[in-house]
């Protein structure tokens, strides 16, 4: 393989991880049902601009190796043309000893071709093989790159992040209603009460992350880890903020119903009517009621919720086999959102209207350092959750053995 077939599969592969990686990406929110988020869409252009600086590249080096087999494939007729038609071997193999033998026994019968390849096995010839020349084998190194890490955040993506409009605010929110009661007697008084409106006030955290790269790394790597690295930036970025969302979920939750150690469908479905019904006296009927859950309890009320559908079922069933982050399915009716923010053994009930989060995210930002050969990379946003309503996030215990 000379320079120009190195270059070529060079391009070509790093096109392919690009679309592999766009596909990944579109494939996740098809899968939770959702539009691209504003650090998805930053991703697939990023991969898209590279994909196109490359394509170019590529045509022009198929079409320069185009033209050269072509005039080797003239040269070689044209040798074909002038040469003296002499078809003997230059090389004799063997595929096995049953075929070795063979050819003794037609030379042994008087076959002059047998013998002739006898002869020409039995030279004494020096074997090239690439243990030989390893210097002429260059490394090939095939993508996508190796990576487990889930970036999806069911929780943030459930609640809707809001534009963030400063480093710190307040939401309005009432804190005391008029008053409406029937009249004792004709010509009475009636009722009156003011209206308090307070205020929650909400403060923003900056979460980032930046790593130092040298030229060279930058220059030589392939696939280029300028993009790797920013990617794996942006994922831990998701990852901080699904895990803040969760924690903080976790925490203003108000204790609710609970549920046996070995749980039967219908526990588990009283306990999830009961808790909504705890989310609606709070928020009267505000928002989307979810079911989030860690990781873990899926794994033990999933199974008992066969994915059969008879008509008299709590829920439309859970597969093994879709298992992951995000909506996986629901249970009576309540949406069941699996994050793996939320810590082992942590079921909440929760109505969107309970909990707000905000972002701004700054995204990648790059500076050279000319003394050092290198350029420094960094990822952040500014983020905020709150839980305006407490009791709107009810928590489903399991009980101990």
Not at 10 to 25: C, L, M, P, S, T
Not at 57 to 62: A, D, F, N, R, Y
Request: proline share 5%.
């Amino acid at each position: 393989m000379n320079n120009t077939d190195q270059l070529a599969t060079r391009y070509a592969a790093e096109i392919e991880e690009k679309q592999a990686f766009i596909d990944g990406i579109v494939e996740a929110a098809e899968k939770d049902g959702r539009d691209l988020s504003a650090q998805e869409m930053e991703l697939v252009t990023r991969s898209r601009d590279r994909m196109s600086e490359l394509a170019p590249q590529l045509e022009t080096l198929k079409e320069t190796r185009r033209i050269a087999l072509d005039s080797r494939r003239q040269l070689e007729d044209v040798g074909k043309l002038f040469g003296n038609g002499d078809s003997k071997p230059v090389e004799v193999q063997f595929r096995s000893v049953g075929e070795y033998v063979l050819e003794r026994w037609k030379a042994g019968i008087g076959s002059r071709e047998a013998t002739e390849r006898l002869d020409l096995f039995h030279r004494a010839a020096a074997h090239q093989l690439t243990s030989d020349n390893p210097g002429l084998l260059p490394e090939q190194i095939l993508g996508p790159i190796i990576s487990f890490v889930d970036a999806v955040r069911p929780l943030v993506t459930a609640l809707g992040p809001r534009q963030l409009p400063s480093g710190s605010w307040a939401r309005p929110r009432i804190t005391q209603h008029t008053d409406v009661a029937e009249q004792t007697a004709e010509k009475t008084e009636l009722v009156s009460r003011k209206m308090t409106i307070g205020k929650v006030p909400v403060t923003a955290t900056t979460y980032g992350g930046y790593v130092n790269v040298s030229r060279q790394n930058i220059d030589w790597s392939q696939p280029g880890i300028m993009d790797i690295v920013i990617n794996d930036l942006a994922a831990q970025y998701a990852l901080e903020t699904e895990l803040a969302t969760g924690t903080d979920l976790t925490a203003a939750a108000t204790s609710g119903p609970s549920i046996p150690a070995a749980p039967t469908a219908a526990d588990v479905a009283a306990a999830v009517w009961a808790a909504a019904g705890q989310v609606y006296t709070a928020t009267k009927g505000q928002g989307r009621l979810i079911l989030a859950c860690s990781p873990d309890m899926l794994g033990l009320i999933g199974p008992l919720f066969a994915p059969v559908n008879p008509q008299n079922a709590q829920s439309t069933g859970f597969t093994a086999g879709t298992f992951g982050q995000g909506a996986l399915g629901a249970i009576s009716g309540i949406t069941v959102v699996v994050s793996a923010g939320l810590a082992t053994g942590t079921i909440l009930v929760l109505s969107t209207a309970a909990a707000e989060v905000y972002e701004d995210r700054i995204g990648a930002l790059q500076v050279v350092e000319p003394s050092v050969l290198g350029v420094q990379v960094a990822y952040a946003g500014y983020f905020a959750d709150i839980v305006l309503e407490p009791t709107g996030v009810v928590k489903v215990v399991q009980a101990g053995p």
